[in-house]
């Protein structure tokens, strides 16, 4: 049986590692990828890991011709997963027919390859996200989809459902939604990592940055919620556990454990960690002082969200390994090894044109 799988956005945060989860479990890999918002310099990272090099098709998932042809040229993938989408928040808030015609497109493109070439096995890159402001956590999977609070998070809701009734009519392939918490840190050898554009909207770049004196300060976004500290809580998960998770995914549907053609799954480590925290772990964990102020409320912020991991868990075997201290010390290492990357290797490929 072919043991080749294709990883839409794998040059990105979350598909490069997962490349080297799977390539560490057997798996030949395949990337697409064309590099909008991520830099090809990764993979190289991936093969210094690895010892493997990995092939990209720099293809732009929008355009079916050439989607289709990389299918053509390679009709006995065990398995798809698809990363590839736009993930800023406020970025979609600004432009939102470019998330809706990005993130939406490229999924259709895809899933009608997957159907044309009869591909037995699909894992999608969801997000809690799809919660909306839950009215009881920690959330399972059978917690309902609230309003999404942004097009991005309205992205992965739809998402979601094209997958669910593409999986009802289509019987020959195996759907497994996964949908993710907060995911941070970087490989322990910090040649992988997470490389935001512009200025970083996530928290853990934003810590680092700071530290290392990129962003003068960290604005704390609010500390009058309804919470223990005030600040919003989050579950963070490390990247490594998230990107293991992909693989058990697989390994999952390849092994016919599955009771349903579409199934959702949590991944996120179940404990809530509150903004401030995530601050004072990173300063114990580095011995460094943070810039830090509080500020206003993001607006469309969620309060407190973190998962419930017990169908990953018991169903995928899922185990995370690492807590916020391996998260903040990987993500530091990784902020001061960026520092002395070549730029072509650290830049998204529109930076360079
Ligand atoms: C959001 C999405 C999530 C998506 C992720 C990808 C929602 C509800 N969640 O996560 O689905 O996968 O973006 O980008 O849409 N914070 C600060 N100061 C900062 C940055 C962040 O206080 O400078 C706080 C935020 O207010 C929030 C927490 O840190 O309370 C986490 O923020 P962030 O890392 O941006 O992730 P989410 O908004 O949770």
Known sequence: MSKTVLVTGGTGYIGSHT???????????????????????????????????????????CNFDETRAIFEE??????????AAFKAVGESVEKPLLYFQNNMQSLMNVLQCIEEFGIPNFVFSSSCTVYGNPDQIPVTEETPRKQAESPYGLTKQMGEQ?????????????????????PAGAHDSALIGELPIDRPQNLTPVITQTAIGKIPQLTVFG?????RDG???????????????????????????????????????????????????FEETTGMKLNYTIGGRRPGDVIAIYANNDKARSALGWVPKYGIKEIMSSAWKWEQYIKHLPQHLSLPSKRLN
């Open 74 to 83: 390679n009709a006995s993938l065990v398995g798809v997963i698809h990363f």
């Open 19 to 61: 490349i080297v989860d799977l390539v560490e479990n057997g798996y030949d890999v395949l990337s697409v990828d064309n590099n909008s918002r991520s830099s090809i310099g990764m993979l190289e990272g991936v093969e210094k890991i690895t010892g493997k090099k990995i092939k990209n098709y720099k293809v732009d998932l």
């Open 162 to 182: 094209i997958i669910e009734a593409f999986a009802a009519s289509n019987k020959k392939t195996n759907s497994i939604l996964l949908r993710y918490f907060n």
């Open 223 to 227: 500390n009058d919620y309804p919470t």
């Open 231 to 281: 600040s919003c809580i989050r579950d963070m998960i490390h990247v490594c556990d998230l990107a293991h998770a992909h693989t058990l995914a697989l390994n999952y549907l390849i092994e016919e454990k599955n009771n349903f053609n579409c199934e959702i799954f949590n991944i996120g480590s179940g404990d809530g960690i509150t903004v401030l925290e995530s601050i004072k772990a």
